[in-house]
């Protein structure tokens, strides 16, 4: 291994044992060590992160300046020990992000996503339960597909109806109420797949034909597959054409906010209520389904000319 290679190994353990999951992060630097040991290179400087970060030609603005930032902390680290390392500037790649603008499934669109899940093929059946579940569970949820994933037997709670999210994307539990229904349809997967798997392969409350957790790759292609079939993507070499398996946590909340507005009620107190559920960290997270849905925005747009004009 080389020398840049040991050090990254180091780094990513010393931010770990602060509470960082760096599991993107790592994936990056990895491959930004990989192009330097084939640039001959054997310490950062600025030219060579700039050349990483910025390859492809057609990379966004946004992701090119997060790569940076990754290599710029690691370098500071780097820069303690070998004085010939430089750290990038700050701002040298100013980008925004930009966030995709949310697919909102119709009521029929996820009933079809479901039922071509539930006619996946495999031996035992299971993989179709599933993956119907998964996508059901996440539509009533707003769950991150990856928190679904993480989900262990003992974070669902049939009794109580309460699923206990640990691995949420802020590093900070919370707890999910669920319907009644939700809880039946999940207590039916469960004995469906305690059937197969009499002698648990894993705490995962989701399980793969194998009786192992899902891997988010495998489920995203699962994903794709299953769109394809029923029309709502149309073939093509990336996966990024499309609506998202992310979409279904966009449907939770605008339809919630959609049916709050329509029913009168007062949404901005409630919208703190929304953002904990959701699990974002900022209410101006959860604002942003105001602008990005035209629909949403006439909805808010009609609520504050009553308003205005009410005398």
């Known amino acids: 291994m080389s020398r ?5 190994g180091e780094y990513l353990a010393v931010r770990r044992a602060l509470g960082f999951e760096l599991r993107r ?4 630097l990895r491959r930004f060590v990989d192009f330097a040991e ?17 390859l492809p030609a057609h990379v966004q ?3 090119r300046s997060t790569r940076l930032g990754m290599v710029r902390r690691f370098a500071e680290y780097l820069r303690t020990t070998d004085p010939r390392t430089e750290v990038p500037p700050a701002g040298l790649l ?13 009521d029929d669109e996820l009933l079809r996503l479901i039922r071509a899940a539930q006619a996946l093929p495999s031996p035992t059946g299971l993989r179709a339960w599933t993956y119907a579940t998964l996508l059901g569970l996440l539509a009533v949820t707003g769950l991150r597909h990856g928190e679904a994933l993480a989900l262990d037997r003992g974070d669902v709670d049939l009794d109580a109806g309460i699923l206990t ?5 802020s590093r900070k539990a919370r707890l999910v109420p669920v319907h009644a ?10 004995r469906r797949r305690d059937r197969v798997h009499r002698t648990p392969r894993s705490d995962a409350f989701l399980v793969s034909e194998r009786g192992l ?12 597959v299953v769109s394809r079939q029923i029309g709502l993507r149309v073939p093509a070499r990336s996966h990024g054409h499309g609506p998202r398996l992310h979409d279904l946590r966009h449907r939770l909340a605008v339809t919630t906010l959609m049916r709050w507005y329509r029913a009168g009620v007062a949404v901005d107190p409630k919208l703190p209520v929304l953002a904990t559920y959701l699990g974002h960290t900022k209410v101006s997270d959860t604002y942003w389904y105001l602008s990005a849905v035209p629909e949403l925005m006439h909805l808010a747009m009609a609520r504050l000319d009553r308003k205005v004009w009410t005398p």
């Open 4 to 8: 840049l290679g040991r050090a990254l």
């Open 25 to 28: 992060t790592e994936g990056a």
């Open 38 to 54: 084939r640039e001959g290179a054997h310490w950062v400087t600025t030219d060579l992160a700039l050349r990483w970060a910025t």
């Open 61 to 63: 603005g946004s992701e």
């Open 94 to 106: 100013p980008g925004k992000l930009r966030r995709p603008q949310p697919y909102i499934y119709s």
């Open 165 to 169: 999210v640990r691995r949420s994307k």
């Open 181 to 190: 229904t939700t809880c039946e349809q999940l207590e039916r997967y469960a």
């Open 213 to 224: 957790r899902l891997v988010q790759a495998t489920v995203q292609h699962t994903f794709v």
